[in-house]
């Protein structure tokens, strides 16, 4: 196995896990509407989320950069998530909303540094190829 498919098969179980992460974020954000005791607030469970929304396309493209700024943007979910898990009733939607947090950033920012490596050694072979 060389390198190349090394990098190339942990940037799609990366992949893999970024998109279960991030529509699993979406999913719990929206179904704060119901299952929240006080109930979210409209604007709190889809103002947010769209944010989210935004990036779906872009990680199913496989896009790297895009992946990179949602790992940033998922620490604001993260925070988020940790707010409403010390909140009395709760607690167990907040730590759930914190984990899909924290999976969307590990595995952006793998998903990100696999596939850069993967495009360096395809480089690098290339390179070596012509030389």
Same mark, same amino acid.
């Given at each position: 196995?060389?390198?190349?498919?090394?990098? *190339?098969? *942990?940037?799609?179980?990366?992949?893999? &896990? #970024?998109?279960?992460?991030? =529509?699993? #974020?979406?999913?719990? *954000? %929206?179904? @704060?509407? &119901? =299952? #929240?005791?006080?109930?979210?607030? %409209?604007? @709190?469970?889809? @103002?947010?989320? #769209?944010?989210? %929304? !935004?990036? $779906? &396309?872009?990680?199913?493209?496989?896009?790297?950069?895009?992946? /990179? &700024? /949602?790992?940033?943007?998922?620490?604001?979910?993260?925070?988020? +998530? $940790? /707010?409403?898990?010390?909140?009395?009733?709760?607690?167990?939607?907040?730590?759930?909303?914190? %984990?899909? !947090? !924290? +999976?969307? =950033?590990?595995?952006?920012?793998?998903?990100? *540094?696999? @596939?850069?490596?993967? /495009?360096?050694?395809?480089?690098?072979?290339?390179?070596?190829?012509?030389?």
């Amino acid at each position: 196995m060389t390198e190349i498919e090394i990098y *190339r098969q *942990r940037k799609r179980l990366f992949h893999v &896990w #970024l998109r279960i992460s991030l =529509f699993g #974020l979406i999913a719990l *954000r %929206v179904s @704060g509407l &119901w =299952f #929240l005791t006080p109930p979210a607030t %409209v604007m @709190g469970a889809i @103002g947010l989320t #769209l944010i989210l %929304v !935004a990036f $779906v &396309w872009p990680v199913l493209k496989a896009d790297i950069k895009a992946s /990179l &700024w /949602l790992s940033f943007i998922s620490c604001l979910f993260f925070t988020i +998530g $940790v /707010l409403n898990a010390m909140t009395e009733g709760r607690e167990v939607f907040g730590i759930v909303e914190s %984990v899909l !947090a !924290a +999976g969307i =950033f590990f595995s952006a920012m793998l998903f990100a *540094r696999n @596939g850069y490596r993967e /495009l360096e050694a395809k480089t690098e072979a290339l390179e070596q190829s012509t030389t």
